[in-house]
Nanobody, 116 residues
Framework: QVQLVESGGGLVQPGGSLRLSCAAS????????MGWYRQAPGKQRELVAT???????NYADSVKGRFTISRDNTKTTVYLQMNSLKPEDTAVYYC??????????WGQGTQVTVSS
């Protein structure tokens, strides 16, 4: 089992920045991929960014050039630096981890609201 705890959400004005953090605990040696998804009201959950244990990074087209995913040296914490935020980035952001045997884990979610 893997437990994921997110932090860092909040309210920010358009053009502002936020940094999300996700700390993993439990069977962390089994994790192959960590990343972030988001779900806006009335919409499906969508991928934001992921990073593999080998360092391969993938971004959704809508956040390329504005968001940066990174990990700490222990590979147990993943961050999402979000710059130039837009109202359409408003969503609940979920941390995600997937094990080598393709079991997925989700955090509880953190609200990000971009509004003036």
């Amino acid at each position: 089992q893997v437990q994921l705890v997110e932090s860092g959400g909040g309210l920010v004005q358009p053009g502002g920045s936020l940094r999300l953090s996700c700390a993993a605990s439990g069977s962390i040696d089994s994790i192959n991929i960590m990343g972030w998804y988001r779900q806006a009201p009335g919409k499906q959950r969508e991928l934001v960014a992921t990073v593999t244990s080998g360092g391969r990074i993938n971004y959704a087209d809508s956040v390329k050039g504005r968001f940066t995913i990174s990990r700490d040296n222990t590979k147990t914490t993943v961050y999402l630096q979000m710059n130039s935020l837009k109202p359409e980035d408003t969503a609940v952001y979920y941390c995600y981890a997937r094990s080598l045997i393709l079991i997925g884990y989700w955090g509880q979610g953190t609200q990000v609201t971009v509004s003036s």
